[in-house]
C-alpha cells in the first residue's frame, strides 16, 4: 500500500505544479466571469425624461431648468426617470419655458419613449424596454436568478464530479457554460435572458469547487495553504476583466462574447491536466495513478520508486465510510443538539458573510464616480485580502479574527452612511475597506467551518453550510431595492447591521485554532469546552 502524499514528496515540487498552478490559476479566473457579468448586463442606468420643449440637439442630464420641469425623488435626490410635469400654455417667460413658472409643478405625465441619459450604454433594460423605476425589480432579478443557480448548481457539481471524475466536470462546466452565455447574447426577449442565465448559473457554479479540489493536490500538505491564497488572487482577476471590457464596449451583447468565447479553449485542459488521483484510486484505477504520479517525476526531474503496475494506492485522508451517508449523517445531526444549534448559528454567519460580500461588490457601481473604475477596485482589495488572511489568522484566533473582521465591515459601512455626499475619496475608501474585510472573513469562515464539525460529516456540513449562505448571494441584488424605497442611506446600513449580528454569533462559537480536527462528534462536541478529550490537543501543531 503506497500513500499518495508520501508519493507527492517524493516526487517533489517542481516545473509540473507550476505549470499546473497557472492553468488552474486561469480556469479559477474565469470561474468568477459568470457570477459578475450580470452586474453590467443587467445594469439600472440614469436617466430622465426628454423635455421636447426644453432639450436641445444635445441634451444634458441633469441642466439647471430641470427642477422646474421634472419632480425629483425625496430619497435619492434624483429626478424621476419617467415622470414630468405638464407644460402650461400661454405666452413665454423670457423667451423660454424652461424656467420658474413655465411647467404645472402639481401635475404629472408619463413618459416612456423617449430619455436623456447621463451616460448611455446599450443593456437588456434599454432593449427589453425595462425601463422606469416600477421595472426595476426585473433588472435586480437578474442577480437573485444568477444566485439561485448556483445554489442548486453546487450540490449538483458535486454529485457528477464523484461519479464522472473531478477533471471531465470542470472542462464541462466551464465550456458549457461559455457556450450558454455566448448563445444568451443572442436573446430576443427578456424571458429567453432569463432562462439561459438560469442554467448557465448552474452549470459554472461547479467550475471553482472542482478546480480547487484539483488544483491542492498538487501541492505538499504543508504548502497547501500557501498555494490557497496565491491561486485565490487570480479570482478577482476575472471580475476585473469584466468590468474593463464592459467600459469599452458599452453592449451587453458584445461583452457577453468577449468574455465568453476564451471559455470555449478550456476544452484543451482534457488534454493539458490529469484527472484527480484520489478520485481515480477510489475508482479503482491504480495504474493510472502510477501512471499520472511518474509524470510528475519526469516532468520534476526527480526519481520515482520502482511500483508495480498493480500496485494499489490509497491516501491516509480517505476515510472508509461505508455507513457515513447522507441520510444517517442528518440523524445524527438531529440527535446531537450541540451540533445542530452549531450549524445554525454557522449558517447564519454564511448567509451575513455572502449577503455583505455580494452585496457590496454589486453595490459599487452605486457609488458616485466612474462605476466601472470603483467595481473593479473594490474586486482589486480582494487580492491583499487573500495575502492577509494567513497572517491574521495565525496571529489571532480564529473566532476572535472572524469577529473582527466583521466589526470592522460593519463599523466602516455604517460610517460611509455618516460621511457627507461631497467627500467621495473618504466615502469610496470607507467602502474598499469594508470590502477588505469582509473578504477576509469569507477566506476565514471556511476554515473555521472546516475545523468545528467532525471527519464524518465535515464535509457535508461544510456543502450544507455554503448553500445556506447563497440565501445571503440570492438577497444581495435586492438589497439594492432599499434605496428606491427608504433612501440612500438604507442599504449600507443593512450591510452594517447584518455584519455586526454576525460577528456577536461568531463569539458563540468553539474556537478551533491549534485544535486537532474532530474525528467523532463526542469530540466535536467537546471543542471550546474545559473538557480535555481523548485525541483532541494531542499532536497540536
Excluded at 82 to 104: D, E, K, Q, V, W
Excluded at 474 to 484: C, K, V, Y
Aim: with cysteine.
Amino acid at each position: 500500500m503506497v500513500d499518495i502524499d508520501n508519493c507527492v514528496v517524493s516526487v517533489g515540487m517542481g516545473r509540473y505544479q507550476f505549470v499546473g498552478c497557472t492553468l488552474f490559476g486561469l480556469m479559477i479566473m474565469y470561474s468568477n466571469v459568470s457570477p459578475v457579468t450580470y452586474v453590467f448586463t443587467a445594469s439600472d442606468l440614469k436617466y430622465r425624461c426628454e423635455i421636447p420643449e426644453c432639450d436641445l440637439s444635445n441634451p444634458e442630464y441633469e441642466p439647471k431648468w430641470l427642477r422646474f420641469t421634472i419632480p425629483y425623488r425625496n430619497e435619492t435626490k434624483q429626478p424621476r426617470k419617467c415622470l414630468r410635469y405638464a407644460a402650461l400654455s400661454g405666452p413665454l417667460i423670457n423667451g423660454t419655458r424652461c424656467s420658474s413658472g413655465g411647467f404645472n409643478e402639481s401635475l404629472t405625465e408619463w413618459c416612456r419613449d423617449r430619455w436623456v441619459f447621463e451616460d448611455f450604454e446599450n443593456t437588456i433594460g434599454t432593449e427589453f424596454g425595462l425601463m422606469c423605476e416600477d421595472n426595476k425589480w426585473k433588472l435586480s432579478m437578474v442577480g437573485t436568478i444568477n444566485n439561485f443557480g448556483q445554489f442548486i448548481g453546487i450540490p449538483v457539481s458535486g454529485i457528477v464530479a464523484d461519479r464522472y471524475g473531478r477533471k471531465f466536470t470542470m472542462v464541462f462546466c466551464a465550456a458549457t457554460s461559455a457556450a450558454l452565455c455566448i448563445i444568451q447574447s443572442f436573446s430576443n426577449s427578456y424571458s429567453m435572458f432569463m432562462v439561459l442565465e438560469f442554467v448557465s448559473s448552474i452549470v459554472s457554479s461547479g467550475i471553482y469547487t472542482v478546480t480547487f479540489i484539483l488544483a491542492m493536490e498538487l501541492f505538499l500538505p504543508h504548502q497547501r495553504v500557501l498555494y490557497y491564497s496565491i491561486l485565490e488572487c487570480f479570482l478577482p482577476v476575472g471580475s476585473i476583466l469584466v468590468a474593463y471590457i464592459a467600459s469599452l464596449v458599452q453592449d451587453w451583447r458584445i461583452l457577453l462574447r468577449l468574455v465568453n468565447i476564451p471559455g470555449l479553449l478550456f476544452l484543451s485542459y482534457f488534454w493539458l491536466t490529469e484527472e484527480s488521483m484520489r478520485w481515480l484510486e477510489s475508482q479503482g484505477k491504480h495504474d493510472k495513478v502510477i501512471n499520472a504520479l511518474k509524470k510528475i517525476a519526469a516532468v520534476n526531474k526527480k526519481p520515482f520508486p520502482d511500483l508495480p503496475t498493480n500496485t494499489q494506492v490509497q491516501s491516509l485522508e480517505s476515510l472508509d465510510d461505508k455507513d457515513a451517508n447522507f441520510s444517517s449523517i442528518i440523524k445524527d445531526i438531529i440527535r446531537s443538539s450541540t451540533i445542530f444549534w452549531r450549524m445554525i448559528r454557522c449558517s447564519y454567519v454564511w448567509i451575513a458573510v455572502t449577503l455583505v460580500y455580494y452585496g457590496l461588490t454589486i453595490s459599487s457601481t452605486d457609488i458616485a464616480g466612474d462605476k466601472y473604475l470603483n467595481f473593479s477596485l473594490v474586486l482589486l482589495v480582494e487580492i491583499p485580502a487573500c495575502l492577509l488572511n494567513w497572517l491574521i489568522m495565525e496571529g489571532m484566533s480564529r473566532k476572535m479574527s472572524l469577529c473582527c473582521m466583521f466589526v470592522f465591515s460593519g463599523v466602516t459601512c455604517v460610517t460611509y452612511n455618516l460621511m457627507p455626499t461631497e467627500y467621495y475619496l473618504i466615502k469610496l475608501s470607507l467602502y474598499l475597506v469594508s470590502k477588505l474585510a469582509i473578504s477576509i472573513a469569507f477566506c476565514i469562515i471556511y476554515m473555521l467551518t472546516a475545523e468545528i464539525f467532525p471527519t464524518r460529516m465535515r464535509a457535508t456540513m461544510m456543502s450544507m453550510c455554503s448553500m445556506l449562505g447563497r440565501i445571503g448571494s440570492m438577497l444581495s441584488p435586492q438589497a439594492t431595492l432599499l434605496t428606491e424605497y427608504f433612501g440612500v442611506y438604507a442599504t449600507m446600513l443593512v450591510f452594517g447591521m447584518t455584519a455586526l449580528a454576525a460577528a456577536a454569533i461568531t463569539m458563540t462559537l468553539p474556537e478551533s485554532k491549534n485544535i486537532k480536527l474532530p474525528d467523532t462528534i463526542d469530540e466535536a462536541k467537546e471543542i471550546g469546552t474545559d473538557v480535555k478529550p481523548k485525541n483532541i490537543g494531542k499532536n497540536s501543531p
